[in-house]
């Protein structure tokens, strides 16, 4: 396993689709915008991007985007209940063509949430090779859970997903931002992910998980030619 808890795979060189993304999700931010900016390279990319123009706040979903967001100017608010924000802009590790995203190999998808629920609209910014036939093609669902009795709590979400694993960082488990453990688990062929969003949130221990179903309004997919690949919201049944 790699250190964020997903199997080692040779990435080729995103470097050109990572910076079309950002570039065309830029274009959504007018000063004196308030937004929020989750993680991720996309997301970093797009974050030195917006730095320079000035008169953007915003709220951020990991200690290095903070870090990064302030290197570069950008004013830092908190959700205090007072804000809506206008836009949230996030990455993802994989999408499907209905906008169901998994979220969270960077260990931040319980704040990621928490900014994309605070935002009018959610548009994702990532690089096609994101783009799955279904979730879990390449990349396993973190579950965050509380860091007592986390055993326990696997034990529960073993029931839906029988191979979840503790996320470990040099040996030791990961902690995220607010000091809890992921398990990363596998999803079946043919698991249903609309069922699993909302199952899992009645598990006791469970706190957060990275399926990002019926958030988005559109994902920004750069390609490797420089051009940029939009997936819309289909329209709902």
Do not use: N
Not at 63 to 78: F, K, P, S, W
Not at 81 to 93: K, R
Not at 129 to 146: C, D, I, N, S, T
């Amino acid at each position: 396993m790699s250190p964020a808890g997903y199997p080692a795979r040779v990435q080729p060189d995103d470097s050109t689709a990572r910076a079309a993304a950002a570039a065309a999700a830029a274009e959504l931010v007018a000063p004196g915008m308030t937004i929020g900016l989750g993680s991720g390279r996309a997301v970093w990319e797009l974050t030195r991007l917006l730095g320079p123009r000035g008169g953007v706040r915003a709220a951020v979903a990991s200690d290095r985007t903070a870090r990064l967001a302030q290197e570069v100017g950008i004013e830092l608010i908190e959700l205090d209940g007072s804000v809506e924000l206008d836009l949230a802009l996030d990455g993802a590790d994989e999408v499907d063509r209905e906008l169901r995203l998994i979220k969270g190999g960077g260990g931040a998808l319980l704040r990621e949430k928490i900014v994309v629920s605070a935002a009018r609209r959610f548009v994702v910014v990532a690089e096609t090779p994101k783009l799955v036939e279904r979730l879990g093609q390449h990349f396993r669902l973190p579950v965050e859970v509380a860091r007592f009795a986390w055993r326990d709590t696997r034990r529960r979400v073993e029931r839906l997903l029988p191979d979840a694993e503790l996320r470990e960082a040099s040996g030791s488990p990961y902690v995220t931002d607010e000091g809890h453990y992921i398990l990363d688990c596998s999803l079946p062929t043919g698991a249903d992910p609309d069922a699993l969003d909302d199952e899992l949130k009645h598990f006791p221990g469970v706190l957060e998980h990275g399926l990002f179903i019926g958030l988005a309004e559109r994902a920004l997919l750069g390609r490797p030619d420089g051009g940029v690949e939009t997936v819309i919201t289909p329209p709902r049944r």
